[in-house]
């Protein structure tokens, strides 16, 4: 570990701690989304927030992104965005009497990409994001462009209203490290949004972290030890999702890996330097609730994909 990386190792405590200071200042409650959030951030993955109208879903994406420093930028997604509405295009422009090509970067050059209502752009806008998602570049025409680092896609989608809207590929989810459930804040958190939001003017908050220092952290995360025991822990886990009862299609490999490094963020964030069976099944829901696909007969009966996920922790006792 180099003398640079062994002083934010040793700032990453104070960094974390003011990191949800600031975030709390504007978002009220919601504490399991946060942490979740900064895991998808601190493993170097993209994240799929789902809630119900109302619930700070952009709000926490863009002050995430205001409290680390980073290049924001926010799509919203309509059924008529077109794919280079995204990732931009190739103009001419004239100069001087002669004419030349300039490419003009779309909203996905940023450090975070909020994709809002994902779920509402054509599934040939959709895909826009996907070489993007994987190889962090763009390629238009036949030049190819590199996004900066870091780079995150924060897609957010409403679960209630599906007129209209154009359901995710798998392929297009299995590239999200998370899914992400907001809930309906509790009767204390809803007087406190009441006092933030009518009475004063709205909280701001302040850069925490420098862009060099996102990335540090990054490094960092993945130096993170983790057992022989854990990743057999998670390859199994993840392989059972393809041969449990009601699961027509399980986790892909991502999954594992993805299982991994959100255990590994998750320990770093809390301030251990190792990761636990804990971390493994808390991350097992937003890790795999959006990669297994239920079968006709289970989605008929009720079940859920969260359950399947209970069901198997249980099974394999993690």
């Known amino acids: 570990m180099t003398e640079d990386l062994k002083e934010i190792y040793s700032a990453a405590p104070g960094i974390f701690q003011r990191l949800g200071g600031e975030i709390d200042k504007v978002i009220v409650g919601q504490k399991v989304a946060i942490e979740q959030l900064l895991v998808a951030i601190l493993a170097g993955g993209h994240a799929l927030l789902e809630s119900n109208p109302g619930l700070a879903k952009t709000l926490l994406v863009k002050t995430t992104a205001a409290t680390m420093g980073l290049d924001y930028s926010r799509i919203q997604c309509t059924p008529d965005l077109m794919p280079a509405d995204i990732t931009g295009t190739t103009i001419i422009e004239e100069t001087d009497g002669s004419k030349m090509f ?6 996905v050059f940023a450090n975070i990409v909020l994709a809002d209502e994902i779920n509402r752009a054509s599934p040939k806008t959709q895909s826009a994001l996907l070489e ?8 238009v025409g036949n030049k190819t462009y590199q996004l900066d680092r870091p780079f995150f896609i924060l ?16 392929a297009q989810l299995d590239r999200f490290l ?3 459930f907001m809930d309906y804040p509790t009767f204390e ?13 709205e909280p701001t908050v302040q850069k925490v972290v420098t862009k060099e220092e996102v990335i540090a952290l990054q490094q960092l995360c993945r ?3 983790v057992s022989d025991e854990l990743k057999k822990s998670a390859a199994n886990l993840v ?4 041969q449990w009862e009601g699961v027509q299609y399980g986790a892909s490999p991502r999954a594992t890996i993805g299982l991994i490094l959100s255990a590994k963020a998750r320990a770093f964030l809390n301030g251990r330097n190792y990761a636990s069976k804990e971390d493994l099944h808390v991350m097992a829901y937003p890790i795999l609730r959006h990669r297994i696909i239920l079968s006709f007969e289970a989605e008929r009966k009720g079940l859920t994909r969260d359950q399947v996920v209970t069901d198997i922790l249980k099974h394999l006792n993690l």
């Open 132 to 139: 993007a998602m994987q190889e962090k570049q763009v390629t």
């Open 178 to 180: 998370l899914k992400i």
């Open 239 to 242: 392989l059972t999702t393809r």
């Open 189 to 201: 958190e809803e007087l406190e949004i009441l006092d933030r939001y009518t009475v004063s003017s």
């Open 223 to 225: 130096q993170i030890p």
């Open 102 to 107: 300039r490419f003009e970067e779309g909203p």
């Open 155 to 170: 897609a957010t989608q409403n679960p209630i209203e599906m007129e209209g809207t154009f359901p995710l590929p798998e």
